[in-house]
């Protein structure tokens, strides 16, 4: 997931810096940071193949890891939804009427700072809670009350429709975000756009059907609230549950249903690797400087200095580059699969094989995410609570807070990186194991298992790889 | 008869009514309203010259029939009311010396039409009037684009020629009232009166931006008639004869509609980017500490910084032609001025034109706080004065016009000769330039510039010269003690695993630089001071100019101390910010031994801090602890190097208001200043405003909240050091000036 923090200014690092600024040096040579995270994962995958039990069944958690939901957060499941549904409106109202400067209007910094960033993480810590807190689906259930037929939808969900609603409108999503002119009335109008279309697929498949194939933003916290340590659960007296799991096993329990979730698992990746290649400053210089000389005389003079004939064309090809992102790595990941088919001589379809190692793509999802923008959560993410003491920006202090913590939290650009290298690290370490348990389940023995992962670990390779030098592009201060 | 009593009225004095009238600039200030029947006694006005009108409220009253000036339902203006307070107020507003705009109560100018006058919403220079002094209380208003306001007995305004109409017709009074609506304008959120100096034989306290450009602008005079900066890159104006409104209007016409033609976009790395181009008074998405391509040096600004403690301003006159021939393709200004002396000139007179709306709005000529100074004991006078001196300087990449050209085989052609070189200097010298660079970003036949971009400005000296960078090796330098400026910059495109083997050299020296093909690692100009810069260096330091080493190839720096150092005394020369191409720690001592300064960019209260530190390091290794110890910093305003960010949440907060000069961190030579209270910079009519702690250095008011910044971060030393940089800076230039 790319998020639209470019819109605030506020992309990690480069937004702190300049074309002139200086570089960050890390203290080693970044070769070194390479080596070493290459270096693990293989340990790693020679470790897990040799280590790992061989479990065909995953074995769930035992019942006395369930514990009781805490009442706070039951009565929050009870009244969640009003809170969910007025957070909605005020977003909705504040970009219609509020102050047109994003940093001012409480709307761009909610909707995509503390929701689309905070939420996200938080339901890798809590599982899927966004499902009991969606406004839409708490707007349609009461409307459901009022109007029964609305809920039930009146056609079946088609097969071959799968996912792609949800994948289709998220990729709208980023890019509208990317190369839109976003701004809190565009926010509103956005939102306003999507409630209708939510409304209308409700009217069309029901809510059931819906928010478990068209709601994007459902599918999403679906996805990474299956990385959770924990999972809402119905207790043996049929009372709701919380059940303690290990980090990241939510993602063996369950398997990816149809190609199109494939897909959206893809553009998550894709996505945020894409946006944080086109911040590179090689991936810059390449087109507009053209040092290479390959577009000057395809445009007749050196990009840079006819950017403004040449920005619309520009943006054309960076949204086609989006487009295509999630098939490339589609593409990548079939070829790799098919790999390990045939080192493993397996003979589960190639589609089997999609769709069996697709969750364990999604701890790198939440790593990339994480690196890319958790400095955002705290430079911007905690201009919330001045922001609700003045939603639209008009200079009121609801609360007394209009002046606090207006001070972005500016962590250390060396443990930026260290921070982003650690995880990255980790993040392609626990996707190997997961593949590695995936391919356990479905293998005959340990070695053939571990043979027709080696391509996946190829894979997973080429990922750290990239990501790093991605991460690393971008790190300038001044 | 008639007029002579109007003329005899005006001319009785009534003191106190003046001050009242005009005094504190008079924003929004006025007087009681005293019907002026004509001829019945009553106050009379003190104004005696047409400066005295400024930003006073005040009903105008015709000779011709002695009524005062109302506005129709339709705008019309139309001298038909019996008293001053029936009459329409205005407050007259400088638009520059001896110019006004007559705002009224509705916001709308007085306008020049083609034959009538108008009171319109609409901000243009017929809405600008020539005031003369008749005689002591009676003016003549003429427009600026059109005729002379004459009035008829009917009461009706038109614009005749002056020799035609009668001297009657043409004659006006102002009568003072107090209830005019303020004319739009940037606060300045400092409450009371800022510290003049405590003598002509002590030190100035005070502190100095080095390197800043207030000359760049969308336009480069008051009458719109010169063009824009840069080829219209940056968009706004330090000042707008028609007010704030018109100065940071919108910047789209520049910019283009979302900014999407904004230069910035690329200067970021962000060629996607869009921007709301509103300006005042919402400032949605600029000024801001990284956007460089909006203006940031609005003249209201800088008052604000001069209130807290600015003193020394050296303002460059700036240019770099391969930039400034993009920016005319991105803003659409294709016939824009890219010369780069041609421009730096135009910006330096450009700011005497500022002096004078300063003037303008303080009361006339000589009366304003901000001062073009040509030596360094006008410096003192004017900081002792308790007033801003400014330096003037230039910065461009072909100093003297001395670019060069780069033929395939690397010939060169160069563009300037000796005797060239010194017709610039006299010139510059006449128009009161004193602080000079003679290297800056590109190649020229000076010598090399300083590399600290590898890639953009690579292709900008390709553009300019026609050939990259040749490059070489830095030389070796103590990198355990601290730098300016560690030297090189990486290349773009560098190809990895090539380096400084002979066959790679081979190579490389065959492209002889019109391929940008480098080794990797850091790179350092291998063009340095060549015989015509020897020739422009030693010129300069005849003629007593401040030479600045920054911009010079790092190899260039050690000829640029060279050459000093054989003059006896050694010729003082100053960094003013971050020492681009490199500036390490042998040649910092070397600089403050030979009796220089150093300043860094302005960096937040933390960066103040920290540099402090380094200079003291070299102080002690040079051996000059015992001169003053002034830190300033080269802010860089307007130009390219952006401003600083917030000192992040774990520093302890700017609280506004905040005081200067009272309390914990400001020394005893303090003591005897008024303390000054800052106020968080906010905007009325939007609500906009500006928090140091959230958002930095956005524009250049808070330059002054920064003091706070230098305050909590470090106490008296720092800010001791700080308000000592103008002091130093002028001990340095009396070293050059006083040969």
């Given at each position: 997931m790319t998020l639209g923090l470019s819109i605030l200014g506020l992309l990690p690092l480069p937004a702190w810096a300049h074309s002139f600024a200086r570089a960050y040096t890390p203290p080693m040579p970044y070769e070194l940071y390479l080596y070493g995270a290459v270096a693990t994962l293989v340990v790693s995958f020679f470790l897990v193949a040799i280590?790992?039990?061989?479990?065909?069944e995953v074995r769930r958690a035992p019942r006395s890891l369930l514990i009781s939901q805490p009442h706070l957060w039951a009565r929050m499941d009870g009244r969640g939804g009003l809170v969910s549904v007025g957070l909605l409106l005020l977003c909705i109202v504040s970009g219609l009427?509020?102050?047109?400067d994003p940093f001012r209007n409480f709307n761009m910094t909610f909707f995509w700072?503390?929701?689309?960033?905070g939420c996200i993480y938080l339901a890798a810590l809590l599982g899927d809670y966004y499902q009991r807190l969606n406004p839409w689906w708490w707007m349609t259930r009461a409307w459901g009350r009022v109007w029964p037929g609305l809920v039930r939808g009146h056609y079946t969900w088609p097969?071959?429709?799968?996912?792609w609603p949800a994948t289709v409108l998220y990729i709208l999503l980023i890019a509208w975000e990317l190369f839109g002119h976003v701004r809190p009335m565009q926010v509103s109008l956005v939102l306003l756009g999507y409630s209708a279309l939510t409304f209308i697929g409700v009217g069309l498949f029901g809510a059931v059907n819906w928010f478990r194939y068209g709601d994007m933003l459902g599918v999403f916290f679906r996805l990474i609230g299956l990385m959770a340590p924990l999972s809402r659960e119905q207790g043996v007296d049929g009372r709701r549950c919380w059940r303690l799991r290990w980090?990241?096993?939510?993602?063996?329990e369950r398997r990816a249903e149809h190609v199109s979730e494939v897909v959206f698992i893809l553009f998550l990746l894709s996505a945020t690797a894409f946006d944080g290649l086109r911040d590179t400053r090689p991936w810059f210089l390449f087109f507009w400087e053209d040092p290479y000389a390959i577009f000057t005389p395809l445009f007749g003079d050196n990009p840079l200095r006819i950017y403004p004939q040449l920005r619309d064309w520009y943006i054309n090809f960076e949204a086609v580059c989006l487009l295509l992102s999630p098939f490339v790595y589609l593409l990548i990941y079939l070829l790799f699969l098919q790999l390990g088919r045939s080192f493993e001589g397996s003979r589960r379809s190639l589609h089997a094989w999609m769709l069996d190692y697709a969750y364990s793509l999604l701890p790198i999802v939440l790593v990339y995410h994480v690196t890319h923008y958790f400095t955002v959560l705290l430079s911007q993410g905690l201009k919330i609570f001045s922001l609700m003491s003045d939603p639209l920006g008009r200079g009121w202090d609801l609360f007394g807070t209009?002046?606090?913590?207006?001070a972005p939290i500016l962590p250390d650009v060396n443990f930026v990186w260290h921070f982003q290298v650690i995880l990255i690290v980790l993040g392609h370490v626990v996707s190997v194991y997961l593949a590695h348990r995936v391919a356990l389940q479905h293998s005959p023995n340990r070695l053939k298992a571990a043979s027709g992962q080696l391509p996946m670990l190829g894979l997973m390779v080429i990922f750290t790889t990239v990501g790093l030098w991605i991460l690393a592009q971008p790190l300038v201060q001044r | 008869m008639r007029m002579i009593r109007f003329i005899a009225l005006g001319a009785i004095c009534v003191p106190g009514l003046f001050l009242l009238g005009c005094?504190?600039?008079?924003?929004n200030v006025g007087l009681?309203?005293?019907?002026?029947?004509?001829?019945?006694?009553?106050a009379a006005l003190?104004?005696?010259?047409?400066?005295?009108?400024?930003n006073g409220c005040y009903a105008m009253q015709s000779a011709a029939n002695e009524a005062f000036a109302n506005i129709a339902a339709d705008g019309a203006v139309l001298f038909?009311?019996?008293t001053a307070t029936d009459g329409e107020s205005f407050?007259?507003?400088?638009?520059?010396l001896g110019e006004y705009l007559l705002h009224d109560r509705a916001g709308r100018l007085m306008t020049a039409e083609e034959n009538s006058v108008r009171a319109t919403s609409a901000r243009t220079r017929s809405a600008i009037w020539s005031v003369d002094a008749l005689d002591q209380g009676v003016f003549s208003l003429a427009s600026v684009v059109s005729a002379a306001l004459t009035v008829n007995a009917q009461g009706q305004a038109s614009l005749q020629s002056e020799n035609t109409a009668s001297r009657a017709l043409q004659s006006f009074r102002f009568v003072p009232k107090v209830d005019c609506k303020a004319f739009p304008e940037m606060p300045i959120a400092i409450r009371g009166d800022t510290f003049k100096g405590k003598g002509l034989n002590k030190p100035v306290l005070g502190w100095a931006d080095t390197h800043t450009h207030m000359?760049?602008?969308?336009?480069?005079?008051a009458d719109g008639s010169v063009g824009p900066s840069a080829g219209g890159v940056l968009y706004g104006q330090i000042f707008n004869p028609l007010g704030v409104e018109v100065a940071l209007e919108d910047c789209q016409e520049f910019h283009g509609p979302n900014g999407i033609r904004d230069a910035n976009n690329i200067l970021e790395a962000n060629p996607t980017g869009t921007h709301?181009?509103?300006?005042?008074?919402?400032f949605v998405d600029w000024p801001?500490?990284?956007?460089?391509?909006?203006?940031?040096?609005y003249y209201r600004w800088v008052e604000r910084a001069y209130k807290a403690g600015l003193r020394l301003m050296v303002n460059h006159g700036t240019n770099i032609a391969g930039l400034c021939k993009v920016g005319q393709l991105y803003s659409l200004h294709?016939?824009?001025?890219?010369d780069d002396m041609s421009v730096a000139v135009k910006q330096v007179e450009y700011l005497y034109e500022m002096q004078d709306y300063i003037d303008a709005q303080e009361g006339?000529?000589?009366?304003?706080?901000y001062r073009i100074v040509k030596s360094p004991q006008e410096a003192r006078e004017v900081i002792n004065d308790g007033k801003l001196a400014v330096v003037l300087g230039v910065e461009v990449a072909?100093?003297?016009?001395?670019g060069i050209t780069i033929l395939p085989g690397g010939i060169e052609v160069r563009k300037c000769d000796e005797a060239q070189i010194d017709a610039e200097i006299q010139r510059l010298w006449d128009l009161g330039v004193r602080h000079v660079y003679p290297f800056h970003d590109i190649n020229s036949s000076l010598g090399g510039a300083g590399i600290f971009s590898g890639d953009v400005m690579n292709l900008l000296n390709f553009l300019d010269t026609g050939a990259f960078w040749e490059t070489t090796e830095c030389r070796d330098f103590p990198e355990d003690e601290p730098s300016v400026r560690t030297p090189g910059a990486e290349m773009v495109p560098a190809v990895p695993?090539?380096?400084?083997d002979p066959l790679t050299s081979t190579v490389l020296a065959a492209t002889g630089g019109v391929l940008p093909v480098y080794p990797t690692g850091l790179r350092c100009n291998a063009?340095?001071?060549?015989d015509l810069g020897d020739y422009a260096l030693r010129a300069l330091m005849a003629n007593r100019l401040v030479i600045?080493?920054?911009?010079?190839a790092y190899h260039s720096k050690d000829i640029m101390l060279d050459i000093a150092e054989e003059q006896d005394p050694p010729y003082p020369m100053a960094s003013s910010h971050d020492a681009h191409g490199g500036l390490t720690s042998d040649q910092a001592v070397r600089m403050l031994r030979d009796g220089g300064v150093i300043y860094p960019y302005r960096g937040n209260g933390i960066k103040h801090t920290e540099f402090l530190q380094k200079l003291k390091f070299w102080r002690a290794k040079a051996g000059v602890e015992d001169t003053i110890l002034g830190l300033g910093y080269g802010?860089?305003?307007?130009?390219?190097?952006g401003h600083p960010g917030p000192r992040g949440a774990g520093s302890k907060p700017v609280v506004y208001p905040f005081t200067l000069?009272?309390?914990?961190?400001?020394?005893?030579?303090?003591?005897?200043f008024e303390p000054m209270q800052v106020d968080l910079?906010?905007?009325?009519?939007?609500?906009k405003y500006w928090h140091i702690d959230e958002?930095?250095?956005?524009?250049?008011?808070l330059v002054a909240d920064g003091v706070e910044e230098i305050r909590l971060e470090g106490g008296e030393e720092a800010l001791t050091a700080l308000y000592n940089s103008a002091e130093a800076y002028i001990q340095m230039w009396e070293r050059v000036y006083n040969r």
């Open positions: 280590f790992a039990s061989w479990a065909p009427i509020g102050n047109p700072v503390v929701f689309l960033l097969r071959w429709l799968g996912y980090p990241f096993s939510g993602l063996l209009a002046l606090t913590m207006r | 005094g504190e600039g008079g924003r009681d309203a005293r019907d002026q029947t004509w001829g019945v006694g009553g003190q104004q005696v010259s047409e400066f005295d009108l400024a038909d009311a019996p407050h007259l507003r400088p638009a520059g000359g760049m602008s969308h336009e480069m005079s709301d181009t509103q300006g005042w008074p919402s801001a500490r990284n956007f460089l391509t909006h203006q940031v040096m294709p016939t824009a001025d890219c006339g000529p000589g009366k304003g706080w072909q100093i003297f016009s001395c695993g090539i380096g400084g063009r340095t001071v060549t600045d080493i920054d911009h010079a802010a860089d305003a307007n130009g390219f190097g000069f009272r309390g914990e961190g400001w020394g005893p030579q303090f003591a005897d910079l906010t905007i009325e009519e939007s609500g958002v930095g250095m956005a524009n250049y008011g």
